[in-house]
């Protein structure tokens, strides 16, 4: 071997192809270079979104007007008001809730009513920091720090039961002006015992709708008209109990016989 490696093979092992192969090498080198360069150039085409531009996967948003217009504006109205629910444009409503207890309605829904739950364990598909942040935003932007003007207001959930006749009374003297002796409305104020309506609003929506009333409506809170007698919390609990007495027992079903 005279001290030297050998570079090629044997005469007697070569062949046709092996100088073939020879001959091709510098081919194939140059197409595994055009290969590399084509693969390095695939970040570079044109059309081809950066990392900002990419599509957020829905766990990732962290936007507050883009979850809240996804999962809120549909029902409490793009800007937090003239909604088919509660509007969020209300700061006595948010200030009787608060952050917390919104976060847990937005978690879990409410039972028995139209409102759904929007994490994963009640179906929806929100993360927890995606809840919160709904609720942080909405306190936020509709909040106010002094919405209660200094006054005591009666508690957001009911602590006890209500009594329908001492709620007949109570709504005769604070809700009847609006919304007529029966509840079936007048010009001022719509019915309150349609038997749809209380099919799809909850007990504690309608102790909402008692306590900060609608203000996209023009309904006054529980305070009633400037001047008038607030209405106490067993009054409060009092008008809701008569109200759901007026719920019927299947809703949807046709009414009056028919």
Known sequence: MNGHLRTSAPPHF????SK???????????????????????????????PEEKPLRPAEVTDFATLYGA???GCHGSDGKLGGARPFDDAVYLALIGETRLAQVTARGVANS????????????????????LAKGIMAKWGKANALAGATAPAY????????QRGAAAFATHC?????????????????VDGAYLGLVSDQALRSAVLAGRIDLGMPDWRGAPGGTPMTDQQVTDVVAWLVS?????????????
């Open 176 to 192: 009847a002006a609006c919304h007529g002796a029966d509840g079936s409305g007048t010009k001022q104020g719509g019915s309150v």
């Open 246 to 258: 007026k719920r019927p027992q299947f809703p949807g079903q046709p009414y009056g016989g028919k």
């Open 71 to 73: 999962n809120c504006a």
């Open 14 to 17: 070569r062949t046709p192809f």
């Open 114 to 133: 139209a409102m759904p739950g929007f994490a994963p364990a009640a179906g929806g598909m929100l993360t927890d920091a995606q809840i919160d942040l």
């Open 20 to 50: 073939s192969v020879r001959k091709c090498g510098g081919a194939e080198v140059a197409f595994a270079l055009l290969i590399a360069v084509l693969v390095s150039a695939c970040d570079s085409l044109p059309g081809k979104p950066t």
């Open 157 to 164: 959930e009911s602590s006890g039961g209500g009594d329908a």
